[in-house]
């Protein structure tokens, strides 16, 4: 009964399974970056809908930024993601990390907006070299997928945000709860 009286009742509608978002937006970051480490090694499966003329060409600078580095980057994300999905007592830390997590939030629903709208109302026209199908694909695939990991970040960062007791810390609870009993 203590206990419940120190809840945060905001925090139950969205903590059904504490730590969830965080999880959800490593596991979108460890994805995006498996199927970039997969191009980088030579695949191709997909990368001609995503990256255009690039893919056929695959200039060295393409793979080592585009691919490799772009994964390595998905691979941060995912690590950040993780530490969304676990409790800190408090302090600069916690305040850094939330707003990386936001940071993350806004970079990938701009990105994902702004290309769905340039690619509908038709500002990236032919003269960028956008094939009828990269467009089709481009706008039910890559950008929704953006959105998403933009809203697993940003839910992410509300709940890391809303894990904590009545004096800013991390709950017992939600310690015990996302660490685990026996950490």
């Not at 730590?19 to 970051?29: D, F, K, N, Y």
């Not at 707003?99 to 990236?124: F, K, S």
């Amino acid at each position: 009964m203590l206990l419940s009286m120190h809840e945060d009742p905001q925090n139950r509608a969205t903590s059904g399974i504490p730590g969830l978002w965080g999880r959800s937006a490593c596991a979108w970051s460890v994805a995006f970056a498996a199927l970039h480490f997969y191009w980088a090694l030579g695949g191709s499966w997909g990368l001609s809908v995503a990256a255009g003329p690039l893919a056929g060409e695959r200039p060295g600078w393409f793979v080592a930024v585009g691919l490799w580095g772009v994964g390595a980057l998905c691979l941060v994300g995912g690590g950040l993601g993780w530490r969304l999905s676990r409790p800190l007592p408090g302090g600069p830390a916690e305040s850094a990390i939330r707003a990386l997590g936001w940071c993350a939030c806004a970079v990938l629903l701009v990105r994902g907006i702004a290309i769905e709208v340039m690619l509908l109302i038709g500002t990236a026209g032919p003269e960028r070299d956008i094939s009828p199908a990269q467009r089709l694909w481009t706008l039910v695939l890559w950008n929704p997928w953006f959105l998403v990991g933009g809203l697993v970040f940003g839910l992410a960062a509300r709940e890391f945000g809303r894990a904590r007791g009545p004096r800013g810390g991390a709950t017992r609870q939600s310690l015990t709860t996302s660490r685990g009993p026996d950490q």
